[in-house]
């Protein structure tokens, strides 16, 4: 009966933090962002501040979801997240939470969206007043990466493009490898867990686990990109050996988690 009760009260405190999730990036499009871009400091200043709004909203809703009981988060060299600059971040994505839990852990950081985002009367606003980039225009989006990494801050991508399917293998797309070329800077692995699975690609918000779900994130070693650079080396064949070296990275790492 006891346990019964909790699934009922972790699952309505779940479709509530979704709902808060929506709702909350809709009032802020109006009520938050408009005076942030009316105080001085121009549109530079203005997007850090957004960034900043969202980082400390995020940690708010991470934070609420652990001391309701929801999840458990577990973090390992969390501080290379929160000192990195002008680094790419590369992590898997086997969750809904997963840029969410790695924004609210970086007080300034960019990120790759889908472009879909940008339309949505929930999270345009949002996503627009960060300088977060849409990933709707290939060529272009390794520009604005590039970029945004030359402007000194980190930028979080997942180079699976969507979520991760329990139990598949890990695919990359080359698109994150070519990003990192092009822009020249070191990458930040980090590998997410989320046990059991929830919020994975085709599965419904409603389907939570029997208990709190135990999500972990791992910032590793940096990753220096001038090691996978050859003078004369065709751009293609370069993101691909990047990609395969990524794969296999986070492939071991995975599996390595799974034996222990």
């Not at 996503?127 to 990933?135: E, F, K």
Request: net charge positive.
């Amino acid at each position: 009966m006891l346990e019964r009760l909790d699934y009922l009260w972790r699952l309505t405190l779940t479709g509530m933090c979704f709902a808060t999730f929506c709702v909350g990036g809709s009032l802020a499009s109006v009520l938050v962002f408009p005076p942030l871009r009316l105080l001085p400091g121009g549109r530079e200043r203005y997007r850090l501040r957004s960034q900043r709004f969202v980082q400390r909203a995020f940690a708010l809703l991470i934070g609420t979801l652990r001391t309701l009981g929801v999840m458990r988060l577990e973090l390992e060299n969390a501080e290379a997240l929160r000192q990195c600059e002008r680094m790419l971040v590369f992590a898997n994505h086997p969750t809904y939470l997963d840029v969410v839990i790695l924004l609210s852990l970086m007080p300034r950081a960019s990120c790759v969206v889908t472009s879909r985002l940008w339309a949505s009367p929930f999270y345009g606003g949002v996503v627009r007043a960060a300088g977060y980039i849409r990933n709707d225009a290939p060529e272009r989006l390794i520009d604005d990466c590039a970029a945004a990494l030359a402007d000194g801050q980190p930028l979080i991508v997942f180079p699976e493009g969507t979520r991760s399917v329990p139990g598949q293998p890990l695919h990359l797309s080359r698109g994150a490898a070519h990003i990192a070329l092009r822009s020249g800077c070191d990458i930040l692995p980090v590998v997410l867990r989320c046990d059991p699975p929830t919020l994975a690609k085709g599965m419904p918000w409603y389907r939570i686990p029997v208990h709190a779900f135990r999500y972990r994130v791992e910032a590793g070693t940096p990753i220096r990109i001038t090691d996978h650079l050859t003078p004369g080396m065709p751009a293609s064949l370069a993101a691909r050996r990047l990609t395969a070296h990524l794969e296999q990275h986070f492939t071991q790492e995975l599996k390595r988690h799974d034996r222990t």
